[in-house]
């Protein structure tokens, strides 16, 4: 900042000078006589003058210089604060929308490992019944047993498979609940 503003100040004396040197290039050669006399007379108050106006006009210059200085300040500050401003706005809107996705991810099926479960008891359900039923018709001594554990097995996957229904339309009115909860979310955020 000092460095500025003295080139400023040495930019405003050379100005001053030029114009000067210029002005007296173009004077009449008669003005030129006038001139050298008055300036023996008046040289030191000349020069004296000479320094009074470089003085004010450094001062002039420094003051007009600090205050644009203090104007860009003050901008920049308002700038920051509008910046810090619209990041805050951006982080609380990401972590709203982080929540929405989490909770989309997990809508994905909230029964799935009970399903899965019954799924694979039912299977293994069905794998049992196959060689039980060709058991039954080979053995017609072991008909009874055959037939009651067989007939036991099919009870076991009746129920498995009602558990399985009821746990499948849960499933679905618990994801389309949760659906409606996160399009309300959503149609909030707009």
Not at 34 to 47: E, I, P, V
Not at 139 to 151: H, P
Request: aromatic fraction near 2%; include cysteine; hydrophobic fraction near 35%.
């Amino acid at each position: 900042m000092k460095k500025l503003l003295l080139l400023l100040l040495l930019l405003l004396l050379r100005r001053r000078r030029v114009d000067k040197e210029q002005t007296d290039l173009n004077r009449p050669p008669h003005m030129e006589k006038t001139k050298k006399n008055n300036l023996t007379s008046s040289g030191r108050l000349a020069t004296m003058m000479m320094m009074e106006d470089e003085e004010e006009m450094t001062r002039s210059a420094i003051s007009t210089l600090q205050s644009r200085e203090e104007e860009i300040e003050k901008k920049k500050i308002q700038v920051r604060e509008k910046v810090e401003l619209q990041l805050t706005r951006a982080e609380e809107e990401t972590r709203r929308l982080s929540q929405i996705w989490e909770e989309l991810e997990e809508l994905g099926d909230p029964l799935r490992k009970e399903v899965a479960v019954v799924r694979k008891k039912i299977d293994m359900a069905s794998k049992d019944l196959k060689p039980l039923g060709q058991n039954c018709q080979k053995k017609e001594k072991e008909y009874k047993e055959a037939l009651e554990a067989f007939n036991e097995k099919n009870r076991e996957k009746a129920q498995l498979v009602t558990t399985l229904m009821e746990l499948l339309s849960e499933s679905e009115k618990q994801r389309m609940k949760k659906l409606e909860d996160i399009s309300k979310n959503v149609d909030s955020i707009h």
